[in-house]
């Protein structure tokens, strides 16, 4: 194995802890429950779960519709400029 790709199998696993370290902070509150033995620790695994996926429909939403007004008032502006002419 060359520098080449030693240096590049070290971003990689980098990458691969960086992700599993954001995964665990974000299900932290699950992990606490879950260690507790909390009594409610699987809704809180349910609603953590879901709030993930909520919030990434909400913003592909959010993106969505304002690429669409953007795009509408800019079809708007045209029309308005065509008609002056």
């Known amino acids: 194995m060359d520098n080449t790709q030693a240096y ?42 879901v709030d993930s996926s909520s919030t990434w429909i909400l913003t592909a939403s959010m993106r969505i519709d304002s690429a669409s007004s953007s795009s509408s008032s800019a079809n708007r502006a045209r029309c308005r400029s065509n008609r002056s002419r």
């Open 8 to 49: 590049q199998l070290g971003h990689a696993l980098g990458a691969i802890v960086v992700i599993v370290a954001l995964i665990a902070f974000y299900f932290l509150p699950t992990i606490v429950a879950f260690i507790r033995r909390h009594h409610y620790r699987w809704p809180i695994f349910v609603v953590n779960l």
